[in-house]
C-alpha cells in the first residue's frame, strides 16, 4: 500500500500555493490569532476517521459553534483505500488539530503536514498515543495470507490500525484529544476538560459491560466469514478469534482450505454464531455455514465504524451506539443465545 507516489502530484500543487501565500504570513498569523480571541475565525479541527470526529464533537459539546470540524473519510471509503484530494490535504494544512490514526494507511500524512501553513498546528496519531500497545498485524491458525506484492523489499512491521475498536484505548485517545483542545481555546478549557470526563464514565460503563459479558461465558472464541479488525477488542477481553483474513486484507474470494478450516472450527467448537462485518455479502459467511454439520448458525455483523458516510452522521449514529450494538451481537455469540 504505497500512497506516497500517488500524491506527488498533489502534494507538489499544495506546496506551490503555500509558497505563493507565504509572503504575508506573520501579519496572517497575528490576524488569526486575534480573529480566534474575538470569535471571528473558527479553530479548524481536521479528522480521517467517524470515530475521531465523535470524539470531538462530545468533547467541545456545546460550543460547536467555534469550531470547524471535517471528516475526511465521510463517503463510506474505509481508512485502507482513502486517498487524499488536494481539496483535503488543503483542509489539513490550515488545521489548528489533525487527528489521524498513524499506521501504513497514512504513510501520506508524513509529506501533507511537513508542509501545513499554521504554526500553532498541532496533530494526534492514534498509534503513537497508545505506544507499546500498538499490536502487529497477525496471521492465526486457518487464516488466508496475503499474496506478497512486492517479495524484493524487505518486510517490514505492519501494525494493526483498527485501534478505535478497543473501547480501552477510546478512553486514552479521548484523555490526549481533550488535552489538545484546551490548549487551542483554554479559555473554555475547564469545559472540554468535563465533557471529556463524562464522556469517558460512559466508555468506562461500555467497557465494564463487555468484561462482564465475556468473563463467564461459556464460549469465549469468536469466528469471523470475513476480514478481522476486531483483534483490540477481542484481546481487551481474552477472547480467541478465528477469521478468513486478517483486518488490513484486500482479499475478498477464500479459498477452499479456508473455508474448510474454519467450517471445521464452528463444528469443533459448537459455535452458533458466524460473524461478518459492516458491508458484506456474506457469500464467505454462508458457505462457512453450509461446510458445517448443522448448517444452522446465525450470520450476524459487527461494525468496524470504517464505512459511516455523512448521511450516518446526520442521522444521529455515534460511536457509543454502535459499540454497543456490537457488544449486543457479540453477547449472542458468546452467550449462545438465540
Known sequence: MKKNRILTLVMSLVLCIGMLAGCGKSTEISDKTAAHQSGEEKYNIVCTTFPQYDWVREIIGDNQEKF???LLLDKGVDLHSYQPTAEDIAKI??????IYVGGESDEWVDDAWKEATNPDKKAVNLLETIGDKAKEEEIVEGMQGEEEEEAVEEEEVEYDEHVWLSVKNAISFVETISEKIQAIDSESAQVYDKNAKDYIAKLEELDGAYENAVKDAPVQTVLFGDRFPFRYLADDYGLKYYAAFVGCSAESEASFETITFLAGKVDELGLNTIFTI????????????ENTKNKNQSILEMNSLQSITSKDVDGGVTYLQVMKENLE???KAVLQEG
Open 68 to 70: 470547524q470540524l471535517t
Open 93 to 98: 494544512s490550515k488545521a489548528d488539530l489533525f
Open 278 to 289: 459492516e458491508g458484506s455479502d456474506q457469500k464467505i459467511a454462508n458457505t462457512i455455514k
Open 329 to 331: 451481537a457479540l453477547k
